[in-house]
Nanobody
Framework: EVQLQASGGGLVQIGGSLRLSCSVS????????IAWFRQAPGKEREGISYISWGESRYSESVKGRFNLSSDSARNEVYLQMNNLQPEDTAVYYC???????????????????WGQGTQVTVSS
């Protein structure tokens, strides 16, 4: 059974850092695409990053501040978030898919499996 569990959210001040973890079971992180999405209050869910066979990509909104990595031994994916700003406040979700043909890996419809969200709040 495929399961994903996101953790690591919390309250942080402007300019601070957090590291989110996505722990997975039922597959190995090196074999599937793993992505992070976020949803701010009143806004649509936004794809911000994905890692696929060791290669990572980022949305413009987080590029240069966020870094995605994976540990196949622990079967986890990590989202290191630096220089956090109030606009980064959202519920963050990890998602996964095994398909090998994609249109846009920052879109929700590409992913069949989702973890529960973890709240990130950036305050002044």
């Amino acid at each position: 059974e495929v399961q994903l569990q996101a953790s690591g959210g919390g309250l942080v001040q402007i300019g601070g850092s957090l590291r989110l973890s996505c722990s997975v079971s039922g597959f190995n992180v090196r074999d599937w695409v793993i992505a992070w999405f976020r949803q701010a209050p009143g806004k649509e869910r936004e794809g911000i990053s994905y890692i696929s066979w060791g290669e990572s990509r980022y949305s413009e909104s987080v590029k240069g501040r966020f870094n995605l990595s994976s540990d196949s031994a622990r079967n986890e994916v990590y989202l290191q978030m630096n220089n956090l700003q109030p606009e980064d406040t959202a519920v963050y979700y990890c998602a996964a898919d095994s398909a090998r043909v994609y249109d846009d890996l920052l879109q929700e419809y590409e992913y069949d499996y989702w973890g529960q969200g973890t709240q990130v709040t950036v305050s002044s």
